[in-house]
T-cell receptor
Framework: AQSVTQLDSQVPVFEEAPVELRCNYS??????LFWYVQYPNQGLQLLLKYLSGSTLVKGINGFEAEFNKSQTSFHLRKPSVHISDTAEYFCAVSPRDQGGKLIFGQGTELSVKP | GAVVSQHPSWVICKSGTSVKIECRSLDFQATTMFWYRQFPKQSLMLMATSNEGSKATYEQGVEKDKFLINHASLTLSTLTVTSAHPEDSSFYIC????????????FGQGTRLTVV
């Protein structure tokens, strides 16, 4: 079984400040790791994913995440946020033998203030 | 590429009626599609895995007779909410797995269902 914990339900931050959204997971099998963003009343957009190889993954819109196997974490970071980054962010894992199936964390609401 | 279209984007129905939601992969073939449910301010919960040409696999606690899933072709899966009640009001989102890119599934825009 898998579970995903996003440690912060809400993260308020000022524009142009750095931000980190934290994600920890547990799984009895190997997994792929994902971060998605969701704007109100819309579907999900993939920000980035970790499949294998380099543990630092770069995604769209200036986001990056680092996979830490020993700490079972996959934290999302951005060095300078914009107002337009205000949205809900979801961390998710996908068992490697069940391609496409996703288990989501509870979500983190990022609120960027001017 | 990798576009998933979900229809309708929103629907209001009367209690006791049934509602069908469609999920189409527009530019790729999808042997597997997934249906998720999202309550306001909450995360997405997997309801079922839909495989083309076979019965869907439902997650624990999801009523298979209430949420009917059909995956008749490689590009279309449907979710029918039967005898809908107000507590079924939710945001339903589908995703489709590309045969040629097995590690990722692509999401539809979601359907907002309101049962009155």
């Amino acid at each position: 079984a898998q579970s995903v914990t996003q440690l912060d339900s809400q993260v308020p931050v000022f524009e142009e400040a750095p931000v980190e959204l934290r994600c920890n997971y547990s799984s009895s099998v190997s997994v792929y790791l994902f971060w998605y963003v969701q704007y109100p009343n819309q579907g999900l957009q993939l920000l980035l994913k970790y499949l294998s190889g380099s543990t630092l993954v770069k995604g769209i819109n200036g986001f990056e995440a680092e996979f830490n196997k020993s700490q079972t974490s996959f934290h999302l970071r951005k060095p300078s946020v914009h107002i337009s980054d205000t949205a809900e962010y979801f961390c998710a894992v996908s068992p490697r033998d069940q391609g496409g199936k996703l288990i989501f964390g509870q979500g983190t609401e990022l609120s960027v203030k001017p | 590429g990798a576009v998933v279209s979900q229809h309708p984007s929103w629907v209001i129905c009367k209690s006791g009626t049934s509602v069908k939601i469609e999920c189409r992969s527009l530019d790729f073939q999808a042997t597997t599609m997934f249906w998720y449910r999202q309550f306001p301010k909450q995360s997405l919960m997997l309801m079922a895995t839909s495989n083309e040409g076979s019965k869907a696999t439902y997650e624990q606690g999801v009523e298979k007779d209430k949420f009917l899933i059909n995956h008749a072709s490689l590009t279309l899966s449907t979710l029918t909410v039967t005898s809908a009640h107000p507590e079924d009001s939710s945001f339903y989102i589908c995703s489709a797995r590309d045969l040629g890119a097995g590690t990722e599934a692509f999401f539809g825009q979601g359907t907002r269902l309101t049962v009155v």
